[in-house]
């Protein structure tokens, strides 16, 4: 069964740091997300990827975050300058283009940990 | 404005007892999706369901079952004959019907089976 993967499964690193989280999301859909889950909390919606742009995004995704899909498989999380509050799980889920399948398939997540 | 709250914050009972978790959701829109997700100690998220808002039929797989109300704005989750296994955080979420909207997710309630 297809699924999204991600990489690292846990980064460590230190404040003022960037960091990049790598998704690989299922070959067909055209839908990308990622979520942020601090430990112990919900999960939080923080961006929502389409056609090449973002489609929405959170409050959370200030001006030190950024998408991309630089090619055709990977879809990445930038975290320009991390600071301790970073420190969490983020997930990455994909979904088909269509509505009657709709589904987000959620990655295992990778855990950052900023020090 | 979507919302959605797990008053249960913890649960814990005894295995083989049942145990409902109770899920009430607010959205403005007569189109929308409701999931359960559960999150072991691991801390993947493991899709459990997806029901769209017009399909009230209640659901049962194996030793879950899932009872949605749309009269009362209401998804609970029910697991019979419960097993030390199903220890988990387990997250209810919406998401509107639009193709590629986010999931806003519960603050999920931890549930603990004793042996």
């Known amino acids: 069964e297809p699924e999204v993967t991600q990489t690292p499964s846990h980064q460590v690193t230190q404040m003022g740091q960037e960091v990049i989280l790598r998704c690989v999301p299922i070959s067909n859909h055209l839908y990308f997300y990622w979520y942020r889950q601090i430990l112990g909390q919900k999960v939080e919606f923080l961006v929502s990827f389409y056609n090449n742009e973002i489609s929405e995004k959170s409050e959370i995704f200030d001006d030190q975050f950024s998408v991309e899909r630089p090619d055709g498989s990977n879809f990445t999380l930038k975290i320009r300058s991390t600071k301790l509050e970073d420190s969490a799980m983020y997930f990455c889920a994909s979904s088909e283009a269509l509505a009657e399948s709709y589904e987000q398939y959620f990655g295992p997540g990778t855990r950052l940990t900023v020090t | 404005a979507q919302k959605v709250t797990q008053a249960q914050t913890e649960i814990s009972v005894v295995e083989k007892e049942d145990v409902t978790l109770d899920c009430v959701y607010e959205?403005?829109?007569?189109?929308?999706?409701l999931f359960w997700y559960k999150q072991p100690p691991s801390g993947e998220l493991v899709f459990l369901i997806r029901r769209n808002s017009f399909d009230e039929q209640n659901e049962i797989s194996g030793r879950y079952s899932w009872n949605f109300q749309k009269s009362t704005s209401s998804f609970n989750f029910t697991i019979t004959a419960s097993q030390v296994v199903d220890s988990a955080v387990y997250f209810c979420a919406l998401s509107e019907g639009v193709r590629d909207d986010k999931i806003i997710f519960g603050k999920g309630t931890r549930l603990h089976i004793l042996p």
């Open positions: 959205t403005r829109d007569t189109t929308y999706y």
